[in-house]
């Protein structure tokens, strides 16, 4: 091993930067962290550029991935767990591209990592790959972490303005479908939605869909249960598993 091998001090601030959802924008590039996630990634074209390790004995075959060695000081620099592992993996941002198939998840507002990550991951589960999130950045570490590399498969997008995003759908004839606590919502076992195009939309963990997201919907549906309210990403599994699980 060289010098060249080596993590510089350079490096290791730009890459602190990617912590911060501003520098992962500018830079397009995202941390990943543990074995597992770069396993994953590594099985995706043009996904992960850099491997950093304090493992001296790590040896990478993939000539297409540049491997840095640094002390663990560096990569718990690096890393935002508690008992980090010794593997930090730079990725650039997801090859995306224009929805074209039926299976559409929409999140309104969604602010729990944890919970956007798990919503990823239980998608992948049904097939879904394409999911459009107004909210939590996707490429928050612990959005990464909760996926376990569900989001390398996955055509996910952050936006802005999500009435814009449902607008276009609706041009295309997919019809909206909203989980929410209204008078007017229906049990959703008896929705049926064989033969139409739709999308799914789910909303924020205390104030459901918005107002004006509402007003879009096509269906509204609710799930009966012997309490107030369900947790965003088990009420999310519940219908990708009756809507979508074909």
């Known amino acids: 091993m060289n010098n060249k091998n080596l993590l510089t001090k350079n490096e290791l601030n730009d890459y602190k930067k990617l912590l911060l959802k501003k520098y992962r924008k500018e830079k397009r590039e995202f941390i990943i962290e543990g074995k597992h996630l770069i396993e994953e990634a590594l099985k995706h074209k043009?996904?992960?550029?850099?491997?950093?390790?304090?493992?001296?004995?790590?040896?990478?075959?993939n000539k297409n991935v540049d491997l840095k060695y640094t002390s663990f000081k560096n990569i718990c620099a690096l890393s935002t767990t508690k008992n980090p592992q010794p593997y930090i993996g730079i990725c650039n941002f997801l090859e995306l591209k224009k929805i074209q198939e039926e299976k559409i998840l929409?999140?309104?507002?969604?602010?729990?990592?944890?919970?956007?990550?798990?919503?990823?991951?239980?998608a992948n589960s049904f097939n879904i790959k394409n999911i459009i999130v107004e909210g939590v950045d996707i490429y928050n570490p612990k959005v990464i972490r909760a996926t376990q590399g569900a989001i390398f498969n996955m055509n996910i997008f952050n936006v802005n303005d999500l009435k814009k995003e449902i607008l276009e759908l609706k041009k295309q004839n997919y019809k909206i479908v909203g989980s929410l606590l209204d008078k007017n919502s229906i049990d959703y076992r008896n929705l049926k939605l064989d033969k139409e195009k739709f999308a799914l939309v789910?909303?924020?963990e205390a104030n459901g869909i918005e107002k004006n997201i509402i007003e879009l919907l096509d269906y509204k549906v609710y799930i009966p249960i012997e309490f107030d309210s369900l947790n965003v990403a088990i009420a999310a599994a519940i219908l990708m598993a009756k809507y979508y699980d074909k």
């Open 106 to 122: 929409i999140l309104n507002k969604i602010n729990d990592p944890g919970n956007l990550g798990t919503i990823i991951r239980t």
């Open 46 to 61: 043009n996904l992960l550029k850099k491997i950093i390790t304090s493992n001296y004995s790590f040896e990478l075959i």
């Open 202 to 204: 789910l909303g924020n």
